[in-house]
């Protein structure tokens, strides 16, 4: 008997306290929320920053741009990411410098995840090689898991789910 008081004494302490942590939590998000002018703004102007940086770039020094431009707008404009991780992939094989241009085929790779094209992606990762030393093999095995794991979400049939 004395467990069931220590238990609902214990329960009641646990939703005071979280009722309490709430409510401040949700007026912050709140605040947030109407501000989102505010941060649409911050982020535009971080990407005109780079973007006029890249009309007085030359060369290689595009790549670190366009990538950063990538990571700008990946979580913001799909395919305004899309068209920055090419250009980086496009600059990686001029300058003929296998790392960079991993980096870039993962970065493309993530885009058409997040745009559901996962044979295509599928296929960007099979240009990569996995036993490179210059791979984040991380980030590659998560991608290359999370595809597979999205195309046999996908599939219609039994059949299809089993080829992933």
Known sequence: MKRY???IFILFITLDISSRDV??????????INQEQLYVNKKQKEIATYRSL????????????????????ASYRLDSALYYAQS?????????NNADLEVA??????????????????????QINPHSPTLD????????HSINYLCYLDAL???EKREY
Not at 23 to 32: A, E, K, Q, T
Not at 56 to 61: A, E, F, L, R, V
């Open 105 to 126: 085929l993962l970065n493309m790779t993530e885009v058409k995840k997040k745009l559901g094209r996962f044979q295509e992606a599928l296929d960007i990762l099979g």
């Open 23 to 32: 409510r401040p939590s949700l007026l912050v998000l709140d605040s947030i």
């Open 137 to 144: 093999l991380h980030y590659y095995y998560h991608l290359y």
């Open 88 to 96: 980086s992939v496009d600059i990686a094989k001029r300058y003929h």
């Open 5 to 7: 008081y220590l238990l």
């Open 54 to 73: 890249l009309k007085i770039s030359k060369g290689y020094q595009c790549f670190q741009i366009y990538t950063e431009l990538y990571h700008q707008y």
């Open 157 to 159: 049939t039994e059949n």
